[in-house]
């Protein structure tokens, strides 16, 4: 029998119509949930990554601040315009569009954004915090992964869950999540003996390696709930996520297609970062 498909896209627009009904309530409050954006330079992929978050933000009535600089901005122009949106109160979030052009320190220009307003989730501070069990922001895929997997009706407590892929946007913080859900965890990555092996064993399996169908869907353990969250575009130009999808759709009870699985819960997990910074402003001005 087929996998259920996690509809990505449905769930998306589920939540963000909640959230736009709470954008109203707040509304009376003379509080509207902000997000500034930050894109410097003219990278295609980043200029549509976005537009479909500005789209997103617009539809659920949040205000969205748009910053697009040259690609030869200096650094501390752009560090000044992080200070800046730190100190406004009406900004409830600051995202710096990734990848920053060369001669740009990511690292640098992330470390400034104000932890209280990092509503990515990538600020040490925020991944500390999530590791101790004290979450202020959770990285939005890995927030995402765990609403699919709840969507699909999975229990984690007790499951044995694999990770593939360590990335700290990614496989560091979903591990994570999937720990203090009582989940027992396994990581992989490119020095795992025996992947296959491993991933046999997974009654939760994230994917999260970015290499076109590296995962064969012969290796699913049959009745696993499968998250891929690669995006790859083959020279064809489909886009194919990193596990064999007509051979695990088979073998899975429930998987997440590419596209419109991961990627439109991104975005909706990004908004809920930034309308949950919004309480917290409205909550201190009461």
């Excluded at 410097?40 to 659920?60: F, H, M, P």
């Excluded at 990511?106 to 932890?115: E, G, H, N, Y």
Aim: glycine share 8%; proline share 5%.
């Amino acid at each position: 029998m087929a996998a259920r498909i996690i509809d990505g896209k449905a769930l998306a627009a589920r939540m963000r119509s909640a959230m736009a009904e709470e954008v109203k309530q707040l509304a009376g409050q003379a509080v509207r949930p902000g997000l500034a954006v930050v894109l410097v330079g003219d990278d295609s992929a980043s200029q549509i990554y976005v537009r479909n978050k500005t789209k997103a933000l617009a539809e659920a009535g949040f205000a969205c601040f748009d910053h697009h600089l040259a690609a030869e901005t200096r650094e501390e122009e752009l560090l000044g315009l992080v200070r800046e949106l730190n100190a406004d109160r009406s900004v409830d979030g600051i995202l710096v569009q990734l990848p920053l052009p060369k001669h740009l320190d990511s690292k640098r220009v992330l470390l400034t954004i104000d932890p209280a307003k990092d509503v990515d989730g990538f600020h040490p501070e925020n991944l500390g915090r999530l590791l101790i069990g004290e979450p202020r922001f959770i990285a939005c895929t890995p927030f995402g992964i765990m609403k699919l997997i709840e969507e699909a009706g999975t229990t984690v407590r007790g499951a044995n869950a694999v990770v593939v892929g360590r990335s700290n946007i990614v496989g560091k913080p979903v591990s994570v999540l999937l720990t203090s859900a009582d989940a027992t965890v396994t990581v992989c990555h490119s020095k795992t003996r025996d992947l296959p092996a491993v991933i046999a064993t997974a009654d939760i399996l994230v994917a999260a390696i970015g290499r076109a169908e590296m995962i064969r869907g012969e290796w699913i353990k049959a009745g696993a709930t499968v998250i891929d969250v690669g995006t790859n575009r083959l020279p064809s130009g489909k886009l194919v996520g990193d596990v064999e999808f007509a051979a695990a759709v088979e073998r899975a009870a429930a998987i997440t297609p590419v596209p419109g699985g991961v990627g439109p819960m991104t975005i909706t997990m990004l908004l809920a970062n930034t309308l949950e910074s919004a309480r917290r402003r409205s909550s201190s001005n009461s």
